[in-house]
């Protein structure tokens, strides 16, 4: 049996390393509003029932649980019927109709499913949530929810050091900030699968600011899919499908190459270590580190914990050449990230 260290026994046993990354799953959001992030994906938070049942379908035809896949073909297959059957103007007419219910339960989804500002989170909650993150100096998450980046935000300037890359745009103040990959040698923050305040805006990347704005989630967001600006996020899937749309992305390609060339000592946080999620796991043996120390959740003889354990010994059993990864765990409770 495996020994389960509590945080601080783990921090203890990193403290030779000059780095110290964190990579976070849906267990950091979780520990924060259970009721709120039990699910990963807005498609399981999504109502469907007042929706055209051919909708479902479509998700089902494409293979995709992302709902800007669906959303472009409907509004694409309305534009190609306009040429080769002009007349079908009711089936042009519910096709777009269609793409703008799916984009409101895309919204609904979102508000249900996730803090609307970020006072919601005490200050007792953002302080223990900081006491955790400074023992890291790179961070790395799974997560497209806001709670990480609304606890940088907070702590802006002071005792966090945070750059996600984002800076003014060219020309003075904007409503928002943009991407520019160029511009982010400094960058210690990435969202690996995406975020819901990080859009596409074509010709560049752009981020929400909160602070600038005053403007709700909810409300930038349905601004946002209105003047057809999708969140830049990852939907659940398998780990190919992931892999696809990553690297169709400047901005979520630069964070899986950064998460490849880490050293030191990586601590994961809040994740399962699932299959779906093996195009991130599998760099893992490949990269620099030299100790490995996964949080487990309860009892370490519990089916789940055994599973992720199985998972990380074949990880660190990958690596090649004489630099072998020392694996540990350690208790996810032990590490009061939220209280």
């Not at 945080?7 to 950091?28: P, S, V």
């Not at 994906?41 to 055209?52: G, I, P, V, Y």
């Not at 609307?116 to 005490?122: A, D, K, L, M, T």
């Not at 998972?311 to 660190?316: E, F, G, M, R």
Request: glycine share 6%.
């Amino acid at each position: 049996m495996e020994k389960l260290l509590t945080f601080q026994e783990a921090l203890t046993i990193a403290e030779d390393c000059k780095k110290k990354h964190l990579l976070t799953g849906n267990g950091f959001s979780i520990a924060c509003r259970p009721h709120l992030f039990k699910y990963d994906s807005l498609f399981e938070q999504a109502d469907f029932e007042k929706l055209n049942p051919s909708i479902k379908r479509v998700f089902e035809v494409l293979d995709t649980k992302d709902f800007e896949v669906v959303m472009k073909s409907l509004r694409t297959s309305a534009e190609i019927l306009r040429i080769y059957l002009p007349k079908q103007t009711d089936l042009i007419q519910q096709l777009n109709s269609d793409a703008n219910e799916l984009k409101n339960v895309l919204v609904n989804a979102i508000a249900n499913s996730h803090p609307i500002n970020p006072s919601e989170i005490n200050e007792a909650e953002y302080q223990s949530c900081q006491k955790f993150l400074k023992n890291f100096s790179n961070y790395y998450t799974l997560n497209y929810d806001l709670l990480l980046y609304w606890t940088f935000m907070h702590f802006q300037d002071r005792e966090l050091n945070s750059d996600d890359g984002f800076r003014t745009p060219d020309g003075g103040k904007a409503d928002y900030v943009s991407w520019d990959i160029e511009k982010t040698d400094g960058q210690n923050l990435f969202y690996l699968h995406g975020a819901l305040h990080v859009f596409d805006a074509k010709s560049e990347l752009q981020k929400y600011t909160w602070i600038n704005t005053g403007i709700k989630l909810i409300d930038q967001i349905r601004s946002a899919l209105d003047g057809n600006l999708f969140p830049v996020f990852v939907a659940e899937g398998k780990s190919i499908e992931k892999v696809e749309k990553i690297m169709h992305s400047n901005y979520l390609s630069r964070g899986l190459r950064s998460f490849s060339h880490i050293g030191g000592c990586l601590f994961i946080y809040g994740h399962s270590l699932a299959l779906n999620d093996s195009h991130i796991l599998n760099l893992i043996p490949k990269s620099k580190i030299t100790k490995l120390f996964v949080s487990l959740l309860g009892d370490i003889g519990s089916d789940t914990n055994k599973k992720i354990i199985q998972i990380a010994d074949s990880l660190v059993q990958q690596r090649r050449g004489n630099k072998k990864i020392d694996l540990f765990f350690y208790s996810a409770e032990s590490t009061h990230v939220w209280r």
